[in-house]
């Protein structure tokens, strides 16, 4: 692991670190730089950056090193894929519950990867390494819904580029505990690493990096639940499941930020990523996805309805929103 050095620029004095290591080290992507400074791989001036936000100065020295990928023999395997779109940029990929994005240790098989390799072949970018090819962007194994893929170098950049600038548009669909006072509201808390439980995120006002959901409780059912549209304007990892946590609403069937016993077996979070948008990397012309929600997550709604008339005033909801195809 070689360690790669720069010097901060006048132009660049009083700039955030990872924007100023943008303008520096153009091989590398911002995401890219972010997870460098997320890992404790950068320093300024010998000191370790503990945060993407730190002020650099001009001529103090930036150090970095990019850890090389483990060995791994990752195989392609024929495992059916849910595509709603392909290009020769992109794939557009609805991922079911339990399917793991990229292979990691105990998850080297199955993954969202090894599918799209047998799919692609060689044809996905290759900027994250071969532990994730094409991927710009990630999605919890329980966790359903749209993910975009890369297929080449230029592609990667331009979404990646989108992630950190924040325009992407990601909504998503989740039913939590509880009901709501106010229909709509924003939850603006920094999220950092669990201090204790490194598998977890947690809020962080101090050293974690800036997170926003807004939502929209659009049905609380009788039972107490309810269920939310989310939009993020920051992508976090595991940010809505932290964030609804953190304000007294976790997610239904989530056992690491909400109940350790859940009252129905869900299989994880009921959570769906739903729309993705986004400014394609070739035409330039923004792009908007829909998938809708997976069958056990209308089978919920439909559980937690008294009566069919119940169901049917909401089943308009998810028509309208696109989530619920015409029968």
């Keep these: 692991m070689e360690k790669e050095t720069v010097i901060v620029p006048e132009n660049l004095n009083g700039e955030r670190i990872d924007k ?7 091989d590398i992507s911002r995401s890219r730089i972010v997870k460098l400074i997320d890992d404790g791989k950068v320093s300024l001036d010998d000191i370790i950056v503990k945060a993407a936000r730190q002020k650099v100065q001009k001529n103090q020295i930036i150090s970095y090193e990019i850890p090389e990928n483990v060995e791994v023999n990752i195989e392609a395997e024929n495992i059916p894929l849910d595509i ?16 793991v994005v990229h292979p990691a240790a105990g998850h080297y098989s199955g993954t969202l990867v090894n599918a799209l390799m047998y799919h692609c072949g060689n044809s996905l970018s290759g900027i ?5 090819p094409g991927i ?10 749209i993910l975009v893929v890369c297929k080449n170098d230029k592609a990667h950049i331009s979404l990646s580029e989108q992630l950190s600038e924040h325009s992407i548009n990601r909504i998503y669909y989740c039913i939590v505990y509880g009901g709501f006072k106010t229909k709509e509201g924003t939850i603006d808390a920094p999220i950092a690493r669990h201090p204790r439980d490194r598998k977890k995120m947690a809020i962080d006002r101090q050293n974690g990096r800036r997170a926003v959901t807004h939502y929209e409780c659009l049905y609380t059912f009788k039972n107490g639940f309810s ?8 992508g976090r990892t595991h940010q809505i499941r932290v964030h609804m946590s953190s304000v007294s609403h976790p997610l239904l069937g989530d056992v690491v930020y909400g109940k350790e016993k859940q009252p129905y077996d869900t299989e994880g979070q009921v959570l769906h990523a739903a729309v993705l948008g986004f400014i394609h ?9 829909v998938s809708p929600l997976p069958d056990y997550f209308i089978d919920l709604c439909k559980k937690f309805c008294n009566d069919q008339s119940e169901f049917d005033s ?6 309208a929103c696109s989530l619920m195809k015409e029968v």
């Design 20 to 26: 100023a290591m943008a303008e520096l080290c153009k």
């Design 84 to 99: 709603l779109y392909e290009d020769n940029d992109v794939v557009i990929v609805n991922k079911p519950k339990g399917m």
């Design 128 to 132: 994250n390494g071969e532990l994730r």
């Design 227 to 234: 269920l939310l549209k989310c939009r993020l304007e920051t």
């Design 281 to 289: 990397p070739s035409t330039n012309e923004y792009v908007e996805f």
């Design 314 to 319: 909401l089943s308009d909801i998810l028509k």
């Design 136 to 145: 710009v962007h990630r999605i919890d194994r329980d966790t359903t819904g």
